[in-house]
């Protein structure tokens, strides 16, 4: 019997599993936009996605990526299940397993998803944690790859530790990328974060908390809302601690620049920096689609 291989974070697919992943997604988008869309690499197989947060991305790419990839996907939002009325998660792994052929999952806690991959016998791929975020990853990565035509990029992020800056500080390890974090005291990387980048070849990743030293010498710079979902109670807090470090057309030269979505401008972002050039970020937003259509066709096949 092989192992279910699960997706919780980027490190759960080797270097050369990221690599195949990134290029088979080029290749999806090729043909896409190709006469020859035909890759109906997935016909029958039903992905069920488990949201217990809002989405508009995760949900539409994923939906629409199964579509075309010649299955299906069923949208579990937070009161369409029994876990609403207190079914346990390991219940619901064991039962949705013997229905689907993966999970997508979008819960608060990261322990959630892991208790998920424990009792699931079909992969459990991560939409967002409280923790990580590596579907977002791919595309990240993906879209670096295509603006500069490879990883040799010096990289920056600008604020939160969050979810999105978790899963990407790891994605740059893998593929050799020289990052800078920036972000203010006590809003950091976690450690074991740090621990597990540090373990890749290539350039550890640098921790500051000056943003004008982090984009000094960045091709591209990233950053995403200072309040997470479900952060909503720190929202003062946070805005008090994260002054200065705005991604504004002060901070930057001519450096590419990343968002995950959504974008609170004004916030950690400014709208002119949003809608300039610069962004990448639609490009971004649709290599989800890309990244996770190829995702799904290595987990799921
Ligand atoms: N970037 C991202 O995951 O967006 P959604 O919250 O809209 O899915
Ligand atoms: N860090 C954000 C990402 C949303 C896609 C959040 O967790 O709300």
Known sequence: ????????????????????????AEALKSQETGDDDNHALL?????????????????????????????????????????GRGEP????????SRYVDGIMVRVFNHADAVELAEY???????????????????ADLLTIREHFDSF???????????NVAQSFV??????????????????????????RANQFDGPNVTVTNDPTKAVADADVVYTDVWVS?????????KLQAFEGFQVNEELLDEQAVLHCLPAHRGEE???????????????????????????LTKLLS
């Open 43 to 83: 016909p029958d197989k039903t992905l069920a996605m488990l949201f217990e947060k809002p989405s508009t991305r995760t949900r539409v790419s994923f939906e629409t990526g199964m579509t075309q990839l010649g299955g299906h996907a069923i949208f579990l939002g937070p009161d369409d299940t029994q876990l």
């Open 120 to 138: 699931a016998s079909v992969p459990i791929v991560n939409g967002l944690t409280d923790d990580a975020h590596p579907c977002q990853a791919l």
């Open 269 to 295: 972002i400014t709208g002119a920096v949003i809608e300039s050039d610069h962004a990448l970020v639609w490009d971004q937003a649709e290599n989800r689609l890309h990244a996770q259509k190829a995702l």
């Open 170 to 195: 790891i994605g740059c390890a893998m593929v050799g990328i020289d990052l800078t974090v920036a972000h203010p005291e006590g809003y950091g990387i976690d450690d074991s974060v740090i621990d």
């Open 1 to 24: 019997m092989t192992m279910t291989q699960h997706f919780l974070d980027v490190d759960d697919l080797s270097r050369e599993e990221l690599d195949d992943v990134l290029d088979d």
């Open 152 to 162: 040799d990029v010096q990289a920056a992020w600008v604020g939160d530790g969050n």
């Open 229 to 237: 979902m479900g952060q909503e109670k720190e929202r003062d807090e």
């Open 89 to 96: 998660l390991s219940d619901t792994a064991r039962t949705l």
